[in-house]
């Protein structure tokens, strides 16, 4: 199993703080990401049954996933690629849905984009992180980052509790954070537009805006344009809050300027 990365969670306070962060609702869906051998599975189905909400566990390792069929409805394979289908979807009849789930370290970063990227998103996630990453995840001026960013545009970010390595079993190399994600209502519109500034401005962090931005139209041009803003352009991209990002989008960026 550690080619999976699983480290399971074994902190029984640690758990009842996930699941009171998850804050149950009658009729909703919960979907648990990586179930594992079951220690926060088995206590959020017990809680889901008292609120009258479901719980789906989606669990990649297939011995693990047995293990579960007795305390939930699983869904067996890998969570990635599951929730970029339409397999998920045609579970999730609940008008509210959230995500939950111990992420394994090596595809935090693929399932926050995949997450930021959902037509319909959850309204509220609680994940496992490696501690650094959650750090970055909810940073902030003057240490804004691109993943940061990513977040920040779609969900409000909060690490709301921090964990050793004898937390769990096998105890990983890194310490851990649990991150709450609180979905913005509404969502946000020009998404692609502003992802394309993001990943233009965070190019070359230690750069200024003026130089990242040079791409897309002559310095002089940007220069202007930020004036007119009340952005200065020699600013480095960890200096902007959303609201700087969000403007820039809007002013430099159109449909020829989105790429990949």
């Not at 306070?13 to 699941?19: E, L």
Request: some cysteine; glycine content about 6%.
């Amino acid at each position: 199993m550690k080619f999976l990365g699983q480290h399971f969670l074994r902190n029984p306070a640690a758990i009842q703080k996930i699941i009171a962060a998850i804050d149950l609702k009658p009729n909703e869906t919960i979907v648990e990401i990586g179930s594992g051998r079951g220690a926060l599975t088995i206590p959020l189905a017990a809680a889901c049954v008292q609120v009258g909400a479901k719980l789906i566990a989606i669990e990649k390792d297939p011995k693990l996933a047995k293990g579960l069929g007795a305390t939930t409805e699983v869904v067996e394979g890998d969570a990635l690629t599951i929730l970029s289908s339409d397999m998920l979807t045609t579970k999730l009849h609940a008008q509210s849905f959230k995500f939950v789930g111990n992420i394994p370290y090596y595809i935090t970063g693929h399932l926050l984009r995949t997450v930021s990227e959902l037509k319909e998103k959850p309204t509220r996630c609680v994940f496992m992180l490696q501690k650094e990453v959650a750090e970055r995840a909810t940073a902030v001026p003057p240490k804004m980052n691109r993943l940061a960013a990513s977040i920040r545009f779609w969900a409000e970010p909060k690490i709301i509790a921090r964990l050793g390595k004898d937390d769990f079993s096998p105890p990983p190399k890194v310490d851990s954070a649990v991150m709450l994600l609180e979905t913005k209502q509404p969502q946000p519109k020009n998404a692609e537009r502003f992802y394309s500034a993001v990943r233009i401005l965070f190019a070359q962090p230690r750069k200024t805006i003026l130089n990242n931005l040079s791409s897309l139209r002559t310095k002089s041009d940007i220069a202007e344009g930020l004036t007119k803003l009340g952005i200065n352009s020699g600013l480095r991209p960890q200096n902007l809050t959303i609201m700087d990002i969000e403007v820039i989008a809007k002013s430099f960026f159109n449909a020829t300027d989105i790429c990949g």
